[in-house]
């Protein structure tokens, strides 16, 4: 097993000791119970990189996603629910090869503790339907000085 895989599932194991929720639950606790689907509906609903990052709270490859490079004025929403998270204004080049804003939208996103890389990490869903994001960090731009690190595979884009 490579080593980022031993780690990523030591992580895990031990992320679920200490919260007592499993990986897949954690994706799946929405806010609104409108959106508390079946996997059955989620996988339905979504494309599989989709539903590997929102519902089982994956990582797509760094400069994969198309959204990297969108410059045009408009709104990204969460892939699962559509729900509004980050306006094109707070989206900056990180050279991360993630989509990166250093704001989300109001009650756009929760955020929890991630141990996937035994080191803690805040991890960031959507508030609607819980779907994982990514995760936040303490590098990002003025005037937050946050880097929100989204797998592009998680939003959608509305120009305009």
Same mark, same amino acid.
Request: glycine content about 10%; overall charge positive.
């Given at each position: 097993?490579?080593?980022?895989?031993?780690?990523?599932?030591?992580?895990?194991?031990?992320?679920?000791?200490?919260?007592?929720?499993?990986?897949?639950?954690?994706?799946?606790?929405a806010q609104?119970?409108?959106?508390?689907?079946?996997?059955?509906?989620?996988?339905?609903?979504?494309?599989?990189?989709?539903?590997?990052?929102?519902?089982?709270?994956?990582?797509?490859?760094?400069?994969?996603?198309?959204?990297?490079?969108?410059?045009?004025?408009?709104?990204?929403?969460?892939?699962?629910?559509?729900?509004?998270?980050?306006?094109?204004?707070?989206?900056?080049?990180? !050279?991360?090869?993630?989509?990166?804003?250093?704001?989300?939208?109001?009650? !756009?996103?929760?955020?929890?503790?991630?141990?996937?890389?035994?080191?803690?990490?805040?991890e960031y869903?959507?508030?609607?339907?819980? !779907?994982?994001?990514?995760?936040?960090?303490?590098?990002?731009?003025?005037?937050?000085?946050?880097?929100?690190?989204?797998?592009?595979?998680?939003?959608?884009?509305?120009?305009?």
């Amino acid at each position: 097993m490579p080593r980022r895989n031993l780690l990523v599932a030591l992580g895990s194991s031990l992320g679920a000791f200490f919260t007592g929720v499993s990986r897949a639950e954690a994706a799946s606790k929405a806010q609104d119970p409108a959106w508390q689907l079946s996997e059955a509906s989620w996988k339905k609903r979504l494309n599989p990189a989709a539903y590997n990052v929102l519902r089982q709270e994956g990582t797509e490859r760094p400069f994969s996603s198309p959204l990297n490079s969108e410059k045009r004025p408009g709104t990204f929403v969460c892939a699962g629910c559509a729900l509004p998270l980050f306006s094109s204004k707070a989206k900056y080049e990180s !050279g991360t090869g993630w989509p990166s804003f250093w704001q989300p939208l109001p009650n !756009g996103i929760a955020t929890k503790v991630d141990f996937k890389l035994i080191v803690p990490r805040t991890e960031y869903h959507c508030r609607r339907c819980g !779907g994982h994001q990514g995760h936040v960090f303490d590098d990002g731009p003025k005037p937050s000085g946050k880097r929100y690190c989204n797998n592009g595979a998680a939003l959608n884009f509305i120009p305009g």
